[in-house]
C-alpha cells in the first residue's frame, strides 16, 4: 500500500502540539489540533501566533487549523491521514488515548507519538493490531520550527509503508531532517546527548579536584571538542536539572545492564542539592549560571562555583592553540586533554559502541547529533577528524577494549568511517556503503 499525508490531526497542543501542528500548516496541510478542553485548544492556538519567534513562518496558516476538545470532536480524526499525539509523557495516559481514538480513525491514515523516551512498545503492547501495525514514534526537537532533527522510530509490528509515509511528508514537506532509530530507551540524540551530561557531571568533578574552573571546563567541552558554546553546565542549565533527573531516572529504569551509561543516572551531590532546591537552570533563573542585574540595571554573568558551592562573577577564558584545536586537545598530555578525552572522547567511544543496538549505520547517528544537539561533526565524523588510527592506539595503550565500531575499522583494515569525500561510510560487516541524500 502507499499512503500519502496530506492533512494532519495533531492530539495535544503544548510545546511540542502547537509547534507540529503551525509547521504542517505551513506546509500546506489540513490541521486538527485537539486538546483537553476547547479552551486548551483556542489557548494553543493564540500561543502559536504570538511566541517569540512565532511558531508560523506564514501567519495566514493558521486559517487550516481547526480545533476541539479530545471528549466533543475525537470522532473527527477519521477526516485525517496522520493522526499526531503530542499529550503528556506518560505512558497509561497515552495509551488510554491511543485506546479511545483506534475506533474512529479511518483505514490507511498512519498513526504517530511525540515520546522523548518511553519506548515504542511500552505503548502499544496489547494494541489492536491495526494499530500496531500504523503506529511509529515521531521524535520531533524543541522548538519544532528551528530544530531540524525528527527521529522516526518503527516498532516490530509497524509496515514499512507507514514509515515510508512520515519520511515524505516530515521530510520533503515540513524540512525536517529524518533519522531513522531503533526503539531503544531516549532513541539516538538524547540517549548520546544525555550521556554526555550525565556522565559529564560526575567526570567533571576530577577536573574541578585538579584546579580548573567550570568555565575553562565549558570553554573545552565547547568550540575545541566540536560542540556549541554552551558546553557542559551552559547546556544543562538550558535544559534544566529537573528534566535531566527525569531523564537520569528513565535510563535507569531502561538501560541495558551492561551499558556504561548505568554509572551516571544519578546525579553527584552537589547537583542533586542544586535540584533540591530548585536550582535548576534558566527556567528557575539560575542554575549554574545565573544573570545578576544590579540596580543601576548593570549586568553580571554569575557562576555557582561547586567547588565551594557560592556564586561569583564568570570569568571569561582563553586557550592556547594546543587547548583550542580538535585535532590536539584530545590528545594534550595535561589536565585539559585529560578532560576533554574523557567526557567528549568518551562520548565518542560510547556512541562507537551502540552500532547496531540504536542504529544501523553511523550516517544516522552522526546526523542525529549535528541536526539534534548541534554538534559541528557526528561522532563517526569527529572520529575521523581526530584520526580512528590514533584513537585506537591510545585506546590500547590504556588497555581498554575497542567499541564496536572502532573493532570494525581496524578488522576491516581501513582508516576511516566515510571516504571518497564522505559520498560512502564502513557499515558494521566491513564493507562500503553510499550515504543517502540528507
Ligand atoms: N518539550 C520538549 O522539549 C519535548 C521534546 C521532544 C518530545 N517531547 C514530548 O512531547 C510530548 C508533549 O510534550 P510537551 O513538551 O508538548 O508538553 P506540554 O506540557 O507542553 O503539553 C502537554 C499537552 O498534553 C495535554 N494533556 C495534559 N494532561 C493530559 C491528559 N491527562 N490527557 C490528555 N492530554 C493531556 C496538555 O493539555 C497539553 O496539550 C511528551 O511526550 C514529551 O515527552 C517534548
Given at each position: 500500500m502507499t499512503r500519502e499525508v496530506k492533512s494532519v490531526a495533531v492530539l495535544g497542543g503544548g510545546t511540542m502540539g502547537l509547534g507540529i501542528a503551525a509547521a504542517s500548516a505551513d506546509a500546506g496541510a489540513e490541521v486538527?489540533?485537539?486538546?483537553v478542553t476547547m479552551a486548551a485548544a483556542e489557548a494553543s492556538l493564540d500561543r502559536m501566533k504570538n511566541i517569540r519567534p512565532p511558531a508560523f513562518e506564514n501567519p495566514a496558516s493558521a486559517d487550516r487549523i481547526s480545533l476541539g476538545s479530545f471528549d466533543a470532536d475525537l470522532a473527527e480524526i477519521k477526516n485525517y491521514d496522520w493522526i499526531c499525539e503530542a499529550i503528556v509523557e506518560d505512558v497509561t495516559v497515552k495509551r488510554e488515548l491511543f485506546a479511545k481514538l483506534e475506533p474512529f480513525r479511518k483505514d490507511g491514515s498512519v498513526v504517530s507519538t511525540n515520546t522523548s523516551g518511553i519506548p515504542l512498545k511500552d505503548i502499544a503492547g496489547g494494541m489492536p493490531e491495526r494499530l500496531r501495525k500504523d503506529?511509529?514514534?515521531?521524535?520531533?526537537?524543541?522548538?519544532?520550527?528551528?530544530?531540524?532533527l525528527m527521529e522516526l522510530i518503527p516498532s516490530a509490528d509497524t509496515t514499512s509503508d507507514v514509515t515510508v509515509a512520515l519520511a515524505d511528508f516530515c521530510g520533503n514537506k515540513l524540512g525536517k531532517g529524518v533519522v531513522y532509530a531503533k526503539d531503544t530507551v531516549n532513541f539516538i540524540g538524547n540517549r548520546i546527548g544525555c550521556f554526555f551530561m550525565l556522565s559529564g557531571l560526575h567526570k567533571a568533578q576530577e577536573a574541578l579536584q585538579n584546579g580548573m574552573t567550570m568555565e575553562q571546563i565549558d570553554t573545552v567541552l565547547g568550540k575545541p571538542v566540536g560542540l556549541p558554546p554552551t558546553g557542559l553546565y551552559g547546556l544543562i542549565d538550558l535544559i534544566g536539572l529537573d528534566i535531566m533527573d527525569l531523564v537520569g531516572k528513565n535510563l535507569h529504569a531502561n538501560l541495558p545492564e551492561a551499558d556504561v551509561g548505568r554509572a551516571f543516572t544519578s546525579f553527584p551531590k552537589p547537583e542533586q542539592a542544586m535540584l533540591e532546591r530548585g536550582q535548576l537552570g534558566r527556567k528557575a533563573k539560575g542554575g549554574f549560571y545565573r544573570l545578576n542585574i544590579a540596580e543601576d540595571g548593570t549586568k553580571t554573568k554569575e557562576i555557582f562555583d561547586l567547588s565551594n558551592e557560592t556564586w561569583r562573577t564568570a570569568e571569561r577564558i582563553s586557550l592556547d592553540e594546543i587547548h583550542a584545536?580538535?585535532?590536539?586537545?584530545?590528545?594534550a598530555d595535561d589536565k585539559v586533554g585529560k578532560l576533554a578525552w574523557d567526557i567528549m572522547g568518551g562520548t565518542l567511544l560510547y556512541a562507537a559502541d551502540l552500532v547496531p543496538e540504536i542504529s544501523d549505520d553511523v550516517v544516522n547517528i552522526d546526523r542525529a547529533m549535528r541536526w539534534g544537539f548541534g554538534w559541528a561533526k557526528g561522532p563517526f565524523e569527529l572520529l575521523d577528524q581526530l584520526s580512528p588510527a590514533k584513537v585506537i592506539s591510545k585506546l590500547e595503550a590504556e588497555g581498554q577494549s575497542l567499541p564496536a565500531m572502532l573493532q570494525t575499522l581496524k578488522d576491516a583494515g581501513v582508516d576511516?568511517?566515510?571516504?571518497?569525500?564522505?559520498?560512502e561510510y564502513l557499515t558494521l560487516q566491513g564493507t562500503w556503503e553510499t550515504v543517502p541524500a540528507e
Open positions: 486538527l489540533l485537539l486538546d503506529l511509529v514514534v515521531t521524535h520531533f526537537f524543541n522548538p519544532v520550527k528551528i530544530m531540524r584545536n580538535t585535532e590536539t586537545v584530545f590528545f576511516s568511517f566515510y571516504r571518497n569525500g564522505g559520498t
